[in-house]
């Protein structure tokens, strides 16, 4: 099946083939190698730097960057707001689309129209949607008029300007764009799933409840797994969403770390602390996606039941 | 892999049994479940519904009843000026700078991710798996750590305020996902077929060429769906690395239109509307390459 076994006659001999695999992939290897990984490696060396980006690079300062962002007030809302928004999607927002996804999971009518209606605002830009959803959210606009009406006045707040409430906005917003993703993944998941496995089990007296808990998760664990490792990275890098309704603000009540770093880079010309602060992020994301690893090689040991299509 | 689309739009099967505990449940759950979905789908559509018929009112309607859903008299000059009057100059400069960065960046990707791919799918040679994580490590890590250093390296490349300088970095983006769809997808297609091509004179390229890509196009198909939305939302490389309103591409153009006209809300919605109307026709047409693409690359784990 795969092309690891012995090769026929007429096919090239091991040097000749270098040739051609270097032919292949040097293009690729060249754009990714210059634009992927070398910045992340050139983040880690200017880190070590106090740098305003345009002169040469002399000013070593070691890992006093480091320090001086562990000490940051900022950086640290910023560090606590990346978190808060990983454990509101993964104790909110997966949970919900895979409450939807489960719903969906039928055949009815208009099935199809609520799939392609969930998935829409994925393929919206999120600056056109956080441009929207700030217009709606003013004081006196739509959201509160709205709210008046139903006669819910007593829940209006300053969305996006009360420093208690803004993080919880966004995050609305944000699962506004994203739960229609994580819904059409998981409901993917759900179909790989062979009736056969819960119709026993409600042949053996299963309810709906323990066939979902027994059966369907334990099934759907690694698209589980994938949509949560997405959102975990997503939420890492919140970035679109942030500055075009807030800019970070009010009073860095909604800073996050790429906010922090695009700031420190940019407005304030410290390119070397703003590399620090992309290598701190990089250490999120990387020990996000090691526990994600060792979870996922783990779990695949364990049960080949749970491969979906090979 | 190719089944997967398929899979996700066959109609479940139906059995005596599962009709049988379909019954059971609907008697409960039918009207509790359009409810619920019809509600979810009412949040979905507020915004666009708001943005679009938002469009259609002046800034007066908007103040003084914004909780009133039709615009009353409709307005029509919000749209006009964005898609043909005084604002249409930005509009379109901006939709012709999306497209020529989409156009380039996802060629680039779909071009070196299927080279790519096609080495790492069929042919033995030393460090390959080693090669092909690499590649896989750029979905593993969130791409605003590079944003810093990518800009003075484009700078220094002479690419700033270039529209290739923002293309090329997102081909570059582009490429792990691209190679990860490809390669299940061209180590599926039989080695009797490259035996066959090679008797009749392929050489390695001419059977990548003639043979593998035409059999892939559903696969670069999805691939170049997925690179089309990345590129086209994309919003912090454009932003750091445009410097001129005449470079801007959509996102931003939206993100400074609704700043210069702060005040004029019916028009900052209407522009929006306009922007939005390219990746929604795109969704209509693409959506079967856009979800396959997603959920073959995530369902398997």
Known sequence: MTAARARPRGRPRLPTRLVTVGLFLLPALALYGLFVLFPIVQAAHYSLFKWNGLQPLTDFVGLDNYVKAFNDKGFRTAVSNNLLIIVLSLAIQIPFALWLAVLLNRNFPGRAVFRLIFFLPYVLSEAIAGIVFSLMLRPEALVDTGLTTIGLGGLIQDWLGDTNIVMLTLFFIISWKYFGFHMILLLAGLQGIPHEIEEAARIDGADNLAVFRHITLPLLGPTLRVSVFLSMIGALQLFDMVWVTTGGGPLNATNTMAIAMFKAGFTKSQMGYGSALAVILFLFGLVVALAYQRFVLRRDVEGAVTAYNG | ?301
């Not at chain 2, 479940?33 to 938002?54: K, N």
């Not at chain 2, 994580?133 to 593993?140: H, N, P």
């Not at chain 2, 061209?186 to 990548?208: K, V």
């Not at chain 2, 590129?231 to 931003?252: E, K, R, S, V």
């Open chain 2, 1 to 301: 892999m190719s089944s997967e689309p398929a899979t996700l739009y066959a109609a479940s099967r139906t059995n005596p049994g599962r009709r049988r505990s379909r019954l059971i449940r609907n008697g409960l759950g039918g009207t509790a479940r359009y409810a619920v979905l019809v509600a979810v789908a009412f949040m979905i559509l507020v915004p666009v519904a708001y943005a679009v018929l938002g469009g259609f009112k002046t800034n007066g309607q908007l103040a003084a009843n914004p909780g009133s859903i039709l615009p009353d008299p409709w307005v029509f000059t919000n749209y006009s000026d964005v898609i043909f009057g005084h604002n249409a100059a930005a509009f379109w400069r901006e939709t012709a700078n999306s497209l020529i960065i989409a156009a380039v960046s996802v060629g680039l990707t779909v071009a070196l991710g299927s080279l790519a791919a096609f080495v790492f799918a069929r042919l033995v040679f030393p460090g390959r798996e080693a090669m092909y994580t690499l590649f896989v490590f750029g979905l593993l890590f969130p791409s605003a750590v590079a944003i810093l250093p990518l800009y003075i390296l484009v700078r220094n490349l002479g690419l700033e305020g270039n529209l290739l300088g923002v293309a090329l970095p997102q081909a570059a983006f582009a490429l792990p996902l691209t190679v990860v769809i490809l390669r299940p997808f061209f180590r599926s297609i039989p080695a009797e077929l490259e035996d066959a091509a090679r008797i009749d004179g392929c050489s390695t390229f001419g059977f990548f060429w003639r043979v593998l890509l035409p059999l892939a196009r559903p696969a670069l198909a999805t691939v170049s769906v997925l690179a089309i939305v990345a590129t086209w939302n994309a919003f912090m490389l454009p932003l750091i690395l445009l410097n001129g309103a005449d470079q801007w591409t959509l996102p931003l153009g939206v993100m400074n239109f609704s700043t210069e006209y702060s005040s004029d809300q019916a028009r900052v919605l209407a522009f929006t509307v306009v922007a939005l109307i390219p990746a929604v026709v795109f969704y209509a047409f693409a959506e079967r390459q856009l979800v396959g693409g997603l959920t073959s690359g995530a369902v398997k784990g």
